[in-house]
C-alpha cells in the first residue's frame, strides 16, 4: 500500500508540475497577444482600446476614461504638429510569468521608433502587467512608472515585485 500511494503521490506531483507550466505559457501567450493589441491601438493613435488595457488605478489618476482619451489625443495632435510619426511600435518579448500578492505578472519588452524634430528616436522600453482573471485579459503600465515613488503610493501602495525589470533604453540618430 505505501508503494501505491508514493507512486500515486508522484503522479499527482507530476500532473501539477506540468499543468502549471501549461497555465503560464497560456497566461504568457495572452500576455503577447494582448500587448500586440495594445502597441498596435498606439500606432493607430486606438485611444479608446489601447486604455481597455491600461490598469484601472493609472485611468483613475488621469481623471477617468474620457479625460485620459482627451489629453492622449491632445499632446499626440500637438506632437503632430511638431513633426512627430510614430514608424514602429513592436512587442519583442514577454518575461517569465510571478505569481505575487494574488496577482499573475509579467513584463513585456517593446520597439517603437519614431520621427521628430529631424530626429529619428528608436525606444526599447517594458511594460508591467498584471492579468486580470476574472477578464482574462492584461493590463499594462510603463514599467518605468514602478520607479515612481509618488506615482506607486496612489497605484500600488506597499509594491513589491520579484521581476528584474530593465531600464529603457533610447537612442537618436539625426535623418
Known sequence: MNKITSTVLMLLLFCSSISFAQSTETLKASALR??????????????DK?????????????????????????????????GFVFEKANVLGVSDIVFEDDQYRCYIEGFNQM??????????????????????????????????EAM?????????????????ETTTEEI
Open 50 to 82: 489601447l486604455l481597455d488595457y491600461t490598469y484601472p488605478s493609472v485611468l483613475e489618476l488621469m481623471g477617468g476614461k474620457e479625460k485620459a482619451i482627451e489629453l492622449l489625443n491632445s499632446t499626440f495632435n500637438t506632437m503632430k504638429e511638431s
Open 115 to 148: 520621427i521628430m524634430s529631424g530626429m529619428r528616436i528608436k525606444s526599447k522600453s517594458y511594460l508591467f502587467g498584471i492579468y486580470n482573471s476574472e477578464a482574462k485579459f492584461w493590463y499594462f503600465m510603463e514599467a518605468k512608472q514602478l520607479k515612481n
Open 152 to 168: 506607486m503610493k496612489q497605484i500600488f501602495p506597499n509594491f513589491k515585485t520579484s521581476l528584474k525589470i530593465p531600464d529603457d
Open 34 to 47: 494582448d500587448a500586440k493589441i495594445a502597441s498596435q491601438a498606439t500606432l493607430k493613435m486606438d485611444f
